[in-house]
T-cell receptor, first 113, second 117 residues
Framework: GNSVTQMEGPVTLSEEAFLTINCTYT??????LFWYVQYPGEGLQLLLK?????DKGSNKGFEATYRKETTSFHLEKGSVQVSDSAVYFC????????????FGKGTSLLVTP | EAGVAQSPRYKIIEKRQSVAFWCNPI?????LYWYQQILGQGPKLLIQ????????DSQLPKDRFSAERLKGVDSTLKIQPAKLEDSAVYLC???????????????FGEGSRLTVL
């Protein structure tokens, strides 16, 4: 079945450090891939997405590239800010899933000043 | 634009009792989802509605969980009787147009946190 595996947290970084959160997936067909973010006290919200191989999703300085050859969708940001502290979820929508999302376990990020 | 509304935000019950959660999606969103998020895990889909019809309820424990979406707008999720392992946050989400350009963009409520003692 469809599944997503993402790196364990928590991840603690200093402000302006480089961020990578790894995400790999297992799916049949051609899934779409997503990163969702949950800021403290708020609901989950879409951060970025990519719908086909080699697509790059980007938003708020975050980027992720859909790599079919490595079945990966790693999240990166060149310089994190304290306000990026949140839980990040990688998610997959299978090509025959009825448009529901399969989520990873989430990775907690804490950015310190 | 108003977001997805859920209530109650918190509920504590004893095992074998019943509980109900309510969700009002964003106006005009045809698709509504209920997810269960156990502490330390990602959200798991329980049921998906398209208007007032069920699209997917394969992971809903139907012996104790039920959900309905009357009139294709708001929805209720019920658990009866509750078990200890039902302690989780129950997330409601809605989306506009499955299959359209915004496919995969779900709008989540803040969730209803259930503790079963």
């Amino acid at each position: 079945g469809n599944s997503v595996t993402q790196m364990e947290g928590p991840v603690t970084l200093s402000e302006e450090a480089f961020l990578t959160i790894n995400c790999t997936y297992t799916a049949t067909g051609y899934p779409s891939l997503f990163w969702y973010v949950q800021y403290p006290g708020e609901g989950l919200q879409l951060l970025l997405k990519a719908t086909k191989a080699d697509d790059k999703g980007s938003n708020k300085g975050f980027e992720a590239t859909y790599r079919k050859e490595t079945t990966s969708f790693h999240l990166e940001k060149g310089s994190v800010q304290v306000s990026d502290s949140a839980v990040y979820f990688c998610a997959l929508m299978g090509s025959n899933s009825g448009y529901a999302l399969n989520f990873g376990k989430g990775t907690s990020l804490l950015v310190t000043p | 634009e108003a977001g997805v509304a859920q209530s109650p935000r918190y509920k504590i019950i004893e095992k074998r009792q019943s509980v109900a959660f309510w969700c009002n999606p964003i106006s005009g969103h045809a698709t509504l989802y209920w997810y269960q998020q156990i502490l330390g895990q990602g959200p798991k889909l329980l049921i998906q509605f398209q208007n007032n019809g069920v699209v997917d309820d394969s992971q809903l424990p139907k012996d104790r969980f039920s959900a309905e979406r009357l009139k294709g707008v708001d929805s209720t999720l019920k658990i009866q009787p509750a078990k200890l392992e039902d302690s989780a946050v129950y997330l409601c989400a809605s989306s506009l147009d499955p299959g359209g350009p915004d496919t995969g963009e779900l709008f989540f409520g803040e969730g209803s946190r259930l503790t079963v003692l």
